[in-house]
């Protein structure tokens, strides 16, 4: 899986402007060694970009674009207007290998700013346009299953 737009990166030098958090507002939640929050810095999208890479193209055999495959990074334009849940491992210590989960959130309000949501490129989502309120689509998701019940 390579994505709809294969030549898209994400920009890592500057924090998400579509998020709508400062910091984690809604902090993170921990369980043992485990800890769920959002992503919060280039760093945290670099290490779950790597982590998508390693599921998606070493473990289930996706083809890569050549700059994905240079990289060793799953990335698209949804990258930089989402928010990502990571999943962190504190045993396995502070760096790329304590990431040992992911989620990307996208709102409908961010994704009619924009090109949509990424399902709509894939699927016929039109009936859910009807329903009121806010949506989130979750995509990407990585990790071991057993994680999310965190």
Do not use: L, M, P
């Given at each position: 899986m390579s994505g709809i737009y294969p030549s898209a990166s994400i920009d890592t030098?500057?924090?998400n402007p579509e998020s709508p958090h400062e910091g984690d507002p809604l902090g993170g939640v921990r369980s043992g060694s485990l800890e769920v929050r959002l992503a919060l810095t280039p760093k945290d999208i670099d290490a779950l970009q790597a982590l998508r890479f390693r599921v998606f193209y070493?473990?289930?055999g996706a083809v890569p674009t050549s700059e994905m495959k240079r990289r060793q990074r799953d990335f698209d334009v949804f990258d930089n207007i989402c928010d990502h849940l990571i999943v962190l491992d504190r045993s396995r210590g502070d760096g790329f290998d304590?990431?040992?989960g992911t989620y990307r959130l996208m709102r409908r309000s961010?994704?009619?700013?924009?090109?949509?949501?990424?399902?709509?490129?894939?699927?016929?989502?039109?009936p859910l346009e009807g329903v009121e309120g806010e949506i989130l689509e979750l995509g990407r998701r990585h990790g071991e299953l057993?994680?999310?019940a965190v």
């Open positions: 030098t500057q924090e070493e473990e289930c304590a990431v040992i961010v994704a009619r700013r924009h090109q949509g949501f990424y399902t709509a490129s894939e699927f016929d989502v039109s057993a994680v999310f």
